[in-house]
C-alpha cells in the first residue's frame, strides 16, 4: 500500500515510518525539512513543505492509497488556542478534503488518549468516557478533541470509507530526536535526588503504538476510536523515574512534591504567561500533573493487535538510541 506519512519526524512518526516500511508499504512523507528525518527515505519519497498548505498536501498525496497522520502542535508553553488549531484542529478538516478530492477512502488519525476520560484504579476508562477536567481547559487536547470530530463526522458521511482514530497515551521509546516526551527521562537521569509531581499517566511503547497504527489501515472498525497505551496501568511520575533507575542500573531517591507547593509553582507560572514570558509552567498545566490516569486498552489489543512491551525496555531503548546518535555526531 502506498500511504502518505504526516509527522514523520516526531517521535510516534519515526516509529511509525519504521513500522511501514519493515511491513512492505510504500511510504511518502511530507516534511518541512528532510534533514529532520533519521531514516533513510528515498528521494522520490520525500516531499518538503508545509503540510498546512493545501496544494502540498495534494501533491504529497497524489497516488496514495491511504493517509496515516501523526502530526500535533505539542508544545505546553503555546498560550493560545490559536497555536494549535492549524495542526491539531484544521488539517483534519483538510485531510478530508484532499481525501474526497482524490479519491483516497483509508486515514489513520493520531490524536491523544487526553480526549478521553482517565477513569480510576478500579475502572479503568475506555474509548466510551467523556473527556474530563483539567484536560477539558488544555489547549492541546481540546485542539486535538476538534481534529477528532472532523474525522469521525466524515467517517459518518463515508460509509465506504476505513476511517480510525487511535488515542496514545505519554508514549516513551527510541528514535525521540528532539526530544518530546523523553523530556521526563531526561530531567530524573542520573540524579541522586529527584522531586516528581503526585500524579501518574498511561505509559506505553512508542512502537507498539506505532504497530496499532500500522495495523489500523487495514484493522479496527471504521469510525472507531482506540486506546493506545499499556496493560501495566498508571504509573506515577515517581514509580517511572524509580523504574528507570532500576532499568538503567543507578540508584536514587524520589520524592513526592506536595500538591499545595505545585498550585503555588502553578500561580507563579500564570503570573509569568501574563508578562509575556514563555513558561511550560502554569495553573492548568500543574493540574494535569496531579491526575492519576487509568485506561483500559483491550480494544485495542485485541482489534489492533497491538503489542505490549514492557515499559523497562521503552526506556531502556529510548537512551540506548540516543547514545547511537550522539556517537555519529562526534563521528561526523
Wanted: charge should be positive; charged fraction near 25%; proline fraction near 3%.
Amino acid at each position: 500500500m502506498r500511504v502518505l506519512l504526516l509527522g514523520a519526524t516526531g517521535l510516534l512518526g519515526h516509529n511509525v515510518l519504521q513500522h511501514l516500511m519493515a511491513t512492505g508499504h510504500d511510504a511518502v512523507v511530507l516534511v518541512r525539512r528532510r534533514e529532520g528525518l533519521h531514516i533513510q527515505v528515498p528521494d522520490s519519497m520525500v516531499v518538503e513543505g508545509q503540510l498546512t498548505d493545501r496544494s502540498t498536501l495534494e501533491r504529497a498525496a497524489e497516488g496514495c492509497d491511504a493517509i496515516i497522520n501523526c502530526a500535533g502542535v505539542t508544545d505546553m508553553r503555546l498560550r493560545r488556542l490559536s497555536d494549535y488549531v492549524a495542526v491539531n484542529s484544521r488539517l483534519g478538516r483538510t485531510l478530508v478534503e484532499v481525501m474526497e478530492g482524490l479519491g483516497i477512502r483509508r486515514l489513520v488519525y493520531t490524536s491523544t488518549v487526553n480526549t478521553i476520560g482517565y477513569g480510576t484504579a478500579g475502572r479503568p476508562a475506555d474509548e466510551s468516557a467523556p473527556m474530563q477536567a483539567p484536560f477539558t481547559q488544555s489547549l492541546y487536547a481540546t485542539s486535538k478533541r476538534a481534529g477528532e470530530e472532523a474525522v469521525l463526522e466524515a467517517a459518518a458521511r463515508h460509509a465506504d470509507w476505513h476511517v480510525v482514530v487511535v488515542n496514545p497515551g505519554f508514549m516513551l521509546g527510541p528514535m525521540d530526536a528532539k526530544p518530546s516526551s523523553g523530556r521526563l527521562l531526561l530531567t530524573g537521569y542520573r540524579r541522586r535526588l529527584m522531586a516528581a509531581p503526585s500524579g501518574g499517566k498511561a505509559f506505553v511503547d512508542v512502537r507498539d503504538v506505532a504497530t496499532a497504527v500500522v495495523n489500523a489501515l487495514t484493522m479496527g472498525h471504521h469510525g472507531a476510536r482506540y486506546v493506545a497505551t499499556n496493560q501495566e496501568g498508571c504509573l506515577s511520575i515517581k514509580e517511572l523515574y524509580e523504574l528507570q533507575a532500576s532499568a538503567m542500573g543507578y540508584r536514587q531517591r524520589v520524592l513526592t512534591l506536595p500538591d499545595w507547593l505545585l498550585r503555588a509553582a502553578g500561580a507563579a507560572g500564570d503570573g509569568l504567561r501574563a508578562l509575556g514570558l514563555s513558561t511550560e509552567v502554569s495553573s492548568n498545566n500543574v493540574r494535569q500533573l496531579m491526575v492519576h490516569e487509568h485506561y483500559d486498552c483491550r480494544r485495542a489489543i485485541d482489534e489492533l493487535q497491538m503489542p505490549q512491551r514492557p515499559l523497562a525496555e521503552a526506556i531502556r531503548d529510548f537512551h540506548r538510541w540516543r547514545t547511537e546518535e550522539e556517537r555519529k555526531v562526534k563521528k561526523q
